[in-house]
């Protein structure tokens, strides 16, 4: 085969590949994982797999399944570590809080791994109903407990949603915001860093991300001061929030990153 006819049959191939895709939509992100490998590692033959999964394939299906329920240990833990202190300091302010909860659910691989994988496994599932239910759920347990979060932090702040918006539309922005910047970092793309003016009404001039510039927008536009805002009292926190806080300031403020939408 000449130069010239190979790489025509390679268009050709690769045009008729895309076109396929294109139709079909991208699978599950876990082909390259070998139950062969998985084996190995556990020290089984191929029998023991054989008798669960007709064969790689629906391995891999469970597979993907699996990690796309994956959520580690808490769903919120790093944010609560970064936000808590700032509500326990009696000269805190909401923008701070949401400059360190931003910082808690930068996603960056390989720390975050676990995450973007879900995340990129969702991104490619709509096609299959199992996997798509299996996301949905997964958003909406990650949203359900981000909310109680949302909520103090309003209540401490003296803030409320703007008439026409709910908690759940405040959550959902958050966390669309959060794993969008995720998927970039996952591509390789950096991200930003500001330093904000001092003199500004705003964060002040202390370094923030764009993504929690882009949180301080979002909470702007769905949330504003409350005339009738009582005093809050931090014994309302949870017992697990506050352990958490503790063990954060007990570690100079250095928190794993959280979960995005966790």
């Known amino acids: ?32 994982i070998r139950l062969s490998s998985v084996l190995r590692r556990a ?7 054989y008798r669960i999964w ?3 394939t629906a391995y891999q299906r469970d597979l993907a399944l699996e990690a796309v ?16 202190p700032e509500i326990l300091d009696p000269a805190g302010t909401w923008y701070e809080a949401i400059r360190r909860g931003a910082e808690a659910n930068l996603r960056s691989y390989p720390e975050d791994v676990a995450f973007l994988t879900s995340l990129a496994i969702r991104a490619s599932s709509y096609n299959d109903p199992e996997l798509l239910q299996a996301g949905l759920q997964r958003h909406a347990e990650a949203l359900s407990s981000y909310s109680e ?11 409320r949603l703007r008439p026409g918006f709910t908690l759940h539309d405040l959550a959902a922005s958050m966390a669309a915001i959060s794993e969008g910047f ?15 003016d001092g003199e500004a009404d705003g964060p002040g001039d202390r370094e923030w ?18 005339p009738d805002a009582q005093p809050f009292d931090p014994a309302e926190l949870p017992r697990r929030w506050l352990d958490a806080g503790a063990a954060s300031a007990g570690d100079g403020g250095q928190q794993v990153a959280g979960v995005g939408e966790g």
């Open 1 to 32: 085969m000449t130069r010239n006819r190979a790489e025509d049959t390679r268009r050709l191939l690769i045009t008729i590949g895309l076109r396929l895709l294109h139709e079909r939509g991208p699978s599950a992100a876990v082909g390259h």
């Open 43 to 49: 020290g089984l033959t191929t029998g023991a797999a």
């Open 54 to 56: 007709e064969d790689q």
């Open 69 to 84: 329920r994956f959520r580690g240990s808490g769903s919120n833990e790093g944010t609560v570590a970064a936000v808590v």
């Open 149 to 159: 979060l949302y909520d103090t932090v309003l209540r401490w702040s003296g803030r």
């Open 182 to 196: 995720g998927l970039q970092n996952a591509a390789g793309v950096p991200h930003e860093r500001l330093q904000l």
């Open 209 to 226: 991300s764009l993504l929690a510039v882009c949180s301080v927008a979002v909470c702007e536009q769905l949330t504003e001061p409350d």
